[in-house]
């Protein structure tokens, strides 16, 4: 587990990274979508304007009013394209963070992979230790077992011990052959 600290340090920090890009992307989004609101207003107000003034300009008006109207008009059609200026700003600013979240989502799944990877390396080591030293244990008993006060499984006993009991274990082998060898 200790060798796996460097890794869990690792995952924390992209966990806060894509955190913070994720917190950015949203800010991005938030304000593309208040930009493209707001050009839709300034559009929306220009249509209602253009209707109320037709209907009086068909009555008929000075040119004074006129020219007050088109200036209006005009300083209102420089607001709506600054306006879409800005939505397009604001859609690239949230698309940029959006690649830079799914960069930082990527990163972080790939060290979980690693993580999970070492982790799976680390028990598979440890498996295979306990299988060397149940192993080593079980040659360590059968040689003991030949040799005078050796402590180990006595076969010829265990063979006896089956016959006597009428169990079949299954092996082949006569134990008290192997005992006495």
Not at 6 to 14: K, V
Not at 56 to 72: K, L, M, P
Not at 100 to 127: F, K, N, S
Request: aromatic fraction near 4%; glycine fraction near 8%; hydrophobic fraction near 45%.
């Amino acid at each position: 587990m200790q060798a796996l600290k460097p890794l869990m340090t690792l995952h924390e920090c992209a966990e806060r990274e894509r955190d913070e890009a994720r917190s950015r992307f949203e800010r991005a989004k938030a304000a593309a979508d208040a930009a493209q609101g707001q050009l839709e207003a300034l559009i929306g107000w220009r249509a209602d304007y253009q209707a109320r003034w037709k209907a009086q300009f068909a009555g008929g008006s000075s040119v004074e009013i006129i020219r007050c109207y088109q200036d209006f008009m005009q300083r209102l059609g420089q607001a709506i394209a600054e306006q879409e200026l800005t939505v397009e700003r604001t859609r690239n600013s949230a698309e940029s963070a959006r690649h830079l979240l799914v960069a930082r989502e990527q990163r972080m799944a790939a060290v979980a992979q690693l993580i999970e990877r070492r982790q799976h390396e680390a028990a598979t080591m440890l498996g295979r230790r306990e299988q060397k030293a149940t192993d080593e244990m079980a040659a360590r008993t059968v040689q003991g077992a030949g040799s005078p006060g050796g402590r180990g499984i006595n076969l010829a006993a265990l063979g006896a011990l089956a016959a006597g009991s009428g169990m079949d274990l299954g092996l082949s082998t006569d134990f008290a052959a192997i005992g006495s060898a």
